[in-house]
């Protein structure tokens, strides 16, 4: 469904019950970097409301090849390539068109380009580990990448991270600002992460959980994995009446 | 039974994580080649309009230690209070100002510094002006969801008085954690994550 004309109402109250509370003691970075007071609430304004948007035009070729667009010339990422693509969608089941998806990830054996990852699984020359892509008028994305793997991280003696891939999702409007993190379909690691169990809820933690699809999958090249992405909804303006923005 | 609402729930959040880096300013990380530059470092175009300041901010944890893996993200008005988006219905803003913006703290001193111009006043819904602010989005490891605050400015006191949403603030004695010292064309910000000196962050 394309908008004929951008939306300008107020989005729906954030369900805080539903996403992880700032302080979850079992990861512990939390417990010093969480607020103690309650966050106070007011109405959508315009600076709530509005938010930037990016054209197609700042997209290279490879953005959303992760297999490629760090590798040297005829060369390409070691490890399982696979499809991940899905729709943003809003909490009304709206596609979100021409907005901003990045998503980051370590590589095939779990190690960042990063300069405080110290891990010792080698990096790979021909892999970056970043990408991004705009979703189409209905509110598609995919993208190609290797598949992650897990890593140990220093909180508990012996926590490792299950696969996943980071994102980074710009709604229409400021406030629909989200990062989270996708895991695969299946993976034992899930349910012992401490970052995942900072979701009270089993049913928002299933909802970061890509389903494999061999429907999608390419034969002979990659498997696919879908993965939808849902934002805050906003409220319609179903009487003229009403002043803008309520 | 009534008919089901059929309304989807909103994504859970998750930390951006310590190497929030490596997607959001690849370049800054050391992850050249990929992006010609790291998104959302240019605010303002050399024919923006207004005046240009400069801001520095810090990051602090409940220990008051000083974050150094921390992102954050500037929206903002133009010098004429309009905002540089799709659903901004009162006329176009300036064309060379982005009002959007992507810093990421120093990993040795944890500064964030970013160049723009100071913001316009925009109305509340109820059309009493708001005093100048950027709105700002703060990710982090060890945050679970992003913090939203605003930033206001010290020399605006008499706009700042009567701000809609300063003055809603029921302990205002907590108000000064939203309003950014001056020093020449320099702004500097303070957010303290928890404690004695807590900012005020916003469920909006």
């Known amino acids: 469904m394309k908008n004929e004309k951008p939306e300008t109402g107020a989005f729906f109250q954030r369900d805080r019950a539903w996403h992880p509370p700032m302080l979850t003691p079992g990861y512990k970075t939390s417990v010093s970097r969480a607020p103690q007071r309650a966050p106070i609430s007011f109405p959508g304004t315009l600076s709530e409301i509005t938010g930037p948007a990016f054209g197609h035009a700042m997209l290279g070729e490879h953005d959303n090849d992760l297999t490629q667009n760090f590798a040297r010339p005829g060369e390409s990422a070691i490890g399982p390539r696979i499809i991940v693509y899905g729709r943003v969608l809003d909490e009304r089941g709206i596609g979100l068109s021409n907005v901003l998806v990045e998503f980051w990830q370590a590589n095939a054996g779990g190690r960042y380009r990063h300069k405080k990852d110290g891990y010792l699984a080698p990096l790979d020359p021909n892999f970056g580990g970043c990408g991004r892509t705009i979703t189409d008028e209905e509110g598609n994305y995919s993208f190609l990448t290797v598949m992650p793997g897990p890593y140990p991280w220093p909180n508990g003696q012996n926590d490792w991270r299950p696969a996943h891939i980071h994102f980074s999702v710009f709604g229409h409007g400021f406030v629909q600002r989200l990062v989270t993190q996708m895991y695969f379909e299946g993976d034992p690691m899930i349910w012992l992460c401490p970052i995942v169990n900072t979701i009270p809820d089993r049913a928002a933690v299933e909802g970061l959980i890509a389903a494999l699809d061999m429907q999608a999958t390419v034969p002979m090249d990659a498997r696919a994995y879908k993965f939808d992405i849902v934002l805050r909804g906003r409220r319609s303006t179903l009487f003229e009446n009403r002043m803008e923005g309520n | 039974m009534a008919q089901k609402l059929t309304r989807l729930k909103e994504s859970a959040s998750q930390t951006a994580g310590p190497y929030v880096h490596i997607g959001?300013?690849?370049?800054?990380?050391?992850?050249?080649?990929?992006?010609?530059?790291?998104?959302?470092?240019?605010?303002?175009?050399?024919?923006?309009?207004g005046e240009r300041i400069r801001v520095e901010m810090r990051v602090f944890d409940g220990t008051g230690t000083p974050v150094k893996d921390t992102l954050i993200e500037l929206w903002q008005a133009d010098a004429d209070g309009l905002y540089n988006s799709p659903s901004e219905a009162r006329g176009a803003a300036d064309p060379h100002f982005a009002g959007w913006g992507r810093v990421a703290s120093d990993m040795e001193t944890g500064v964030?510094?970013?160049?723009?111009?100071?913001?316009?006043?925009v109305p509340f819904p109820d059309g009493r002006m708001m005093a100048p602010h950027i709105s700002l989005w703060i990710v982090a490891r060890g945050l679970n969801l992003g913090l939203a605050t605003r930033m206001y400015f010290a020399d605006e006191e008499e706009a700042n008085a009567k701000d809609p949403v300063l003055t809603r603030i029921e302990h205002q004695n907590r108000v000064p954690t939203l309003i950014a010292g001056r020093n020449g064309n320099t702004y500097t910000f303070d957010i303290h994550l928890q404690g004695d000196r807590e900012t005020v962050f916003f469920d909006i």
Request: aromatic share 6%; charged share 25%; glycine share 14%.
């Open chain 2, 112 to 121: 964030l510094t970013f160049e723009t111009i100071k913001p316009g006043r």
């Open chain 2, 24 to 49: 959001l300013t690849p370049n800054l990380s050391g992850i050249t080649g990929v992006y010609p530059e790291d998104l959302g470092t240019r605010l303002a175009g050399e024919k923006a309009r």
